[in-house]
């Protein structure tokens, strides 16, 4: 009987919902429907959208051993997704595959998240590796569109009305951009757009985004309308940096073979406080307000400022909806206060390749020719930085003069207000500065507000052009200087 009036009530549903599925493919919609009934059957109570489909997108944005960390929490999440009872085929991974089989990883085909942590990398889908990973594949994999996808496995976000979609983001970052591991970076408007568009297809209850990256925060500041049932927490705000985790010099220490760090703050800290808790009993909120508090412990300077965007009326929902829970926590009470411990050293994003290829040096036996290849690495990548750093300082100083240059190019907007108003212009200042001085890598994410600032103050292409050729006479024969991925915007 009961059986029956559920059925019935499914029917009911659906004929309502099916009219509303713009241009998606319905039999494949059809053809979720038999697990939708089972869960159902099951008569789970705490389950109150019980029609809805759980999905999930997970990206790394970078590659190379030295941001070990972003694929390492990429997987961890995979991990806690499939234990909290999401299927594979509702998980679409981007990662770029290169950790596991680097030649510097000491545990081959190993990946940990957390010094005394298991293997997360068994299992994790290779949806999009590589060269796979690009905007355009993300951006179709969000929309649901296979045909626009180039490459990879060509899972999507195949979502309907009544489904909830969790999407993660571990990266490098600036103001108003989040890294890709080749090709140009992701764009704050770009996203935005794609996020609105999603919103219009009616292919979502409600999307939750968690973000980790420096400057985290400018990606939605500003920018993320409310009314798109979307509810995003961000590692840092608008003007700091997101920091690492798990780091060579930690203590305790990571394992000895280790010279990278292991994860990073704000993203450790939402996946050790999921892997604990029933995720029936606590709420968005609730996670909110723990991972805000790890993530900026008192016990360090260090640490940044965890955010909250969107319609945050969504955050008295449970992580349940999203995650699902891993039934061996099911009689895990929840407490308001954090019982994890503390981070003891995190390490700005910014600098923990250099931390790592310090360590790769340090260790190398005495005249090695890993010692030599670690020196030449590090010695690339500080005076690349010192190159990016000094050649924006100048541009500002030729642009604005020699006293106003330097306060233009830091000047921060109020909060509430976004990054730039004209993002074409900030991507063509992106072009004109690296067509004269080089890529700006991810380092140079960093220096995106004072290209914005340079397009709000009002200056043109040929104005910019000249003051760059001024301040770099040529690009740097350096790795990270090379444009051979093409420019960053
Ligand atoms: C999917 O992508 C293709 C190729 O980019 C595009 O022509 C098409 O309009 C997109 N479909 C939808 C529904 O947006
Ligand atoms: C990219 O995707 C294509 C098509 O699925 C696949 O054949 C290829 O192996 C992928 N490349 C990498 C590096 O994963
Ligand atoms: C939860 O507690 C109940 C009752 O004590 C017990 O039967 C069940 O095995 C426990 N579940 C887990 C996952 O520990
Ligand atoms: C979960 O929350 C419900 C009420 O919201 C409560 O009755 C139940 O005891 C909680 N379970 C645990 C394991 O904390
Ligand atoms: C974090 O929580 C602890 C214990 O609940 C509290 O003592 C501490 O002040 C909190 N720290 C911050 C930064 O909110």
Redesign the pocket.
Known sequence: MIRLVAGVILFNLLSVSIPSVYGRNLVSHALKLPSEVTEFMDGNSENDDKLGTRWAVLIAGSNGYMNYRHQADVCHAYQILRKGGLKDENIIVFMYDDIASSEDNPRPGVIINNPRGDDVYKGVP?DY????ITINNFFAVLLGNKTALT???GKVVNSGPHDHIFVYYADHGGPGILGMPTGPFIFADDLIDVLKKKHASGTYKSLVFYLESCESGSIFEGLLPKGLNIYATTAANAVENSYGTYCPDDSPPLPPEYNTCLGDLYSVAWMEDSEIHNLRNETLEQQYNLVKNRTADKNYEEGSHVQQYGDLGLDKEHLFLYMGTNPGNDNSSFREENTLPSFSTPVNQRDADLLHLWHKFSKAPEGSPRKLAAQKQFIDAVSHRMHIDHSIKLIGKFLFGIEEGPKVLKAVRPAGQPLVDDWDCLKMMVRTFETHCGSLSQYGMKHMRSLANICNAGIKEQQMAEASAQACVRIPSNPWSSLQNGFSA
Do not use: D
């Open positions: 290779k590796t590589g060269p796979n490459g990879g496995s």
